[in-house]
């Protein structure tokens, strides 16, 4: 019986500590959206629908943010060969911070035919919130360089958070300590600012007064001496 009561007591203890690892996890909500872009390309508008998975990881204090393209978008008259293509993309915050994620990626790593979707790989930023709470981050406007030419592509419409995420604000979110108040004078209120200075001058006083008081001394002494000397001890 004593066994089988330390047992439930253990298995209990193990079913609390999990659910305190759990609320105290931050929570994060991730699914694929489909993104209707619209491409401004240099030989006029082309549109593509791409699945779009936006991912985070904490990093610091703050969150490494990756953004991937299931499916290519826009497209080139043109081969383009490796390494002639640059893409980058923004990522809009909303809810408890607001503001705009900058992500960049590499060139691609093998040539693209023509007419063909461009595939873009991973692009990766930083993200370090500025507020504390829930927040969601949804796709921004994708930018595509190559061969000196820009090709700008804007989301259609309004579209789906691709992930839902508790953060926490890189300064933690405590206010500014106060200032510590101005110590006061030890010597009180009233005394000025400074203690008397004493100058050379005032020592060479000092040392004088002393030395005439300890002349005047010894004159009386001597003078004491002679007059007792000149009347001789009493009685004699």
Request: overall charge negative; hydrophobic content about 35%.
């Amino acid at each position: 019986m004593p066994n089988q009561q330390r047992t439930v007591a253990l298995v209990s203890a193990a079913t609390l500590a999990c659910s305190v690892v759990w609320l105290s996890a931050p929570t994060a909500l991730a699914e694929v959206v489909d993104v209707d872009y619209r491409c401004d390309t240099p030989i006029g508008e082309r549109r593509a629908v791409s699945p779009i998975d936006i991912s985070a990881e904490r990093e610091g204090d703050g969150y490494r943010i990756t953004m991937s393209w299931q499916r290519g978008v826009s497209s080139s008259p043109v081969e383009l060969g490796t390494g002639a293509m640059s893409p980058s993309a923004t990522v809009r915050v909303e809810g408890a911070d607001r503001q705009t994620v900058e992500l960049t990626g590499p060139v691609n790593s093998a040539p693209v035919p023509p007419d063909t979707p461009i595939r873009v790989d991973d692009l990766g930023g930083t993200y370090r919130p500025s507020g504390s709470g829930e927040v969601t981050l949804t796709a921004g406007t994708l930018t595509i360089r190559a061969l000196g030419t820009t090709t700008t592509c804007v989301p259609a419409g309004d579209p789906a958070p691709a992930l839902t995420l508790d953060v926490v604000a890189a300064d933690g979110g405590r206010d500014p300590a106060p200032e510590a108040p101005a110590e006061e004078d030890p010597a009180g209120p009233g005394l000025g600012d400074e203690l008397p200075r004493t100058g050379p001058g005032d020592a060479v006083s000092i040392v004088g007064a002393l030395g005439g008081v300890a002349l005047l001394t010894g004159l009386a002494g001597a003078v004491w001496l002679r007059v007792r000397g000149r009347d001789g001890p009493p009685g004699g």
